[in-house]
């Protein structure tokens, strides 16, 4: 018991209830924002230290003992989460002031944005399979208003499709639940992992297992990425990025949780499916990124790419694999934010999203310029630059566990993402200058500076200092490959049978 | 009881994946319904459907009904609802801005 566990979700969400109170004051709900979310990152990193020493947290909601009750849980992989969940969400924040417009600010855009992040760490920490229903749904509910808040045109037929797709498969996540909570007579994780391990994992479990994997994969974008591309191009920069960063992530987060936890009797089916879709993802998510001279489509078409890369770790399913997933997910959470406000800023300043209608930013903005060159190196994954670790160790696992093809589309796809990315470069920063300061159509401000400085640090220092962190990732691969650790935290000593 | 509660289900699947494929915004929407009603009287049927036996277990009680399934769907049918309205008011508003509620004008292909 550890009501620490549950403050995550309760900070964030309370907060933004008072801002909806105070719907007038702007100023005073950008800093109740900030000071919120860094109140959540000192919650996390002590949540960090406390599963180093003592193992996995719970708290059993209302005092209700485990398969009775709603479990809240934090292992390490989630606590790690919520700290990178934490840092993505402040810059975010604070890169939405001048760029997000008077009248989203005043349109409830500061509380929505506190609701997604309730629903992401509430995702994140949840026990409970259903809860983990309630928490995608309080974080989509969120993201349509946020995908929509502005009604453009389109932003309108954009947010229409995502809501759409987004019903569909929540409603077939209702439909594995059923049948899984008909094969096994519960819901919660622990006991859900207990119940599979002693009736062993059969034909309808894996089938139900699988549905699952569907039902999260259209929310991960793993080859159900389908919606991606267009969702994520039509709303402002800020809410892009988050969306960018974290939605998909929590789809990759609970394919992690069910296939390490719950489903993982039956990898020669279930993990090998997984690598198929993951190869695949990376596949056409590189295609993608190459084939279009939109800034908005690359950098969506790498989003995909990503999660199609931290995938195969999970299909290698080797320790050295898990290891790397985790790097490769704090690394791409703080990336995909990163480059896309930096693509933001880009199309803030020349008007466009079209690479050919722009030439040599670098003249005017250089920091910009150098600063969007160290993280398309580090989306890369070129030392001593934060993605380089993540790679090495899902290569080195998929190799482990004897699935060359696998490891070698994923460094191939790597090749295909540089190019994407050097061609925003070379197009956008290199070449003659057409644009003059006056001609711009926007500038950078001192918020936008420092947010993207500030994560651009955070990408360096992820890759320099990535010793400093391995203790913590080292912890949270063991924890996942053994999930009886999770059991014993939620369950007690003696699993009640 | 089981089996036909089975086919009922079918049948609103059906429906709604039918209506989902339809051109018009708002027949998609009843289809996204539909569907999500069919997922709550499968979460009901799946928790097993007994006669008379209230859910709770008392002493001298030899049957019970399993209460969870309910508050399950209680749940389900809040956020269903709450989804659908906001649904429904986004594509009224996508209806006056874009002057059209056909899916196949609503594809967003590059400089129409």
Known sequence: ?497 | METSMSILIGVLFTIGTYLILTKSLLRIILGTSIISHGVNLLILTMGGLKKGGPPLLGESSTTFTDSLPQALILTAIVINFAVTALFLVLSYRTYKTLGTDDMDQLRGIEDE
């Open chain 1, 1 to 497: 018991m550890n009501n620490l566990v549950i403050l995550p979700i309760i900070i964030p969400l309370i907060a933004g209830l008072i801002m909806i109170l105070i719907r007038k004051k702007i100023l005073v709900q950008r800093i109740i924002g900030i000071f919120t979310i860094i109140v959540m990152g000192m919650v996390s990193i002590s949540l960090m230290n406390q599963i180093k020493e003592n193992g996995i947290q719970s708290l059993q909601a209302g005092g209700w003992e485990a398969p009775f009750g709603i479990s809240i849980v934090a292992d390490m992989f989630s606590a790690i989460l919520l700290l990178t969940t934490s840092i993505v969400a402040l810059f975010c924040f604070i890169y939405s002031f001048s760029t997000i417009g008077r009248e989203r600010e005043a349109h409830y855009f500061y509380p929505l944005f506190l609701f997604l992040i309730t629903g992401v760490n509430g995702s994140f920490l949840t026990g409970d399979l259903f809860n983990l229903f309630v928490c995608f749904e309080v974080m989509l509910i969120s993201s349509y208003v946020l995908i929509s808040l502005g009604g453009t045109k389109l932003q309108l037929r954009e947010s229409i499709k995502y809501i759409l797709i987004n019903v569909i498969s929540s409603s077939l996540f209702l439909l594995a639940i059923a049948y899984l909570y008909a094969i096994t007579g519960t819901l919660n994780l622990a006991h859900l992992s207990l119940r599979v391990a002693e009736v062993g994992q059969d034909g309808l479990l894996t089938t139900v297992s699988l549905l699952f994997l569907i039902v999260f994969g259209m929310k991960a974008a793993l080859f159900l990425f389908f919606w991606l591309p267009g969702s994520y191009s039509a709303p402002p920069t800020a809410v892009a990025a988050i969306f960018a960063a974290l939605l998909t992530k929590v789809g990759i987060y609970a394919i992690f949780r069910l296939f390490t936890l719950v489903f993982y009797h039956e990898p020669q089916i279930t993990h090998l499916l997984i690598g198929i879709l993951g190869a695949i993802t990376m596949l056409l998510g590189a295609i993608g990124a190459v084939a279009y001279w939109d800034i908005k489509k690359i950098l969506t078409y790498n989003v995909i790419v990503g999660v199609g890369f931290i995938i195969i770790g999970l299909a290698s399913f080797t320790s050295m694999g898990m290891m790397g997933s985790i790097y490769y997910l704090i690394h791409d959470i703080i990336i995909k934010a990163l480059i896309f406000l930096l693509g933001g800023t880009i199309i803030h300043i020349t008007g466009t999203s079209k690479l050919k209608d722009m030439s040599g930013l670098i003249r005017n903005h250089p920091y910009l310029g150098w600063m969007f060159f160290i993280a398309a190196l580090s989306l890369s994954g070129i030392p001593p630059l934060s993605g380089l670790l993540g790679k090495i160790f899902i290569t080195r696992g998929t190799f482990e566990a004897e699935l060359y093809w696998l490891g070698a589309i994923g460094l191939m796809t790597s090749l295909m993402v540089l190019y994407s990315i050097m061609k925003i470069f070379m197009n956008g920063f290199w070449g003659e200058t057409y644009l003059s300061k006056e001609m711009e159509k926007g500038s950078m401000t001192k918020s936008m500076t420092l947010a993207i400085g500030c994560l651009t640090a955070m990408t360096i220092a992820l890759g320099l200092g990535a010793e400093g962190i391995q203790v913590y990732v080292q912890h949270a691969t063991d924890s996942m490959m053994n999930p009886h650790e999770y059991l014993e935290a939620v369950l007690g000593k003696n699993p009640i049978r």
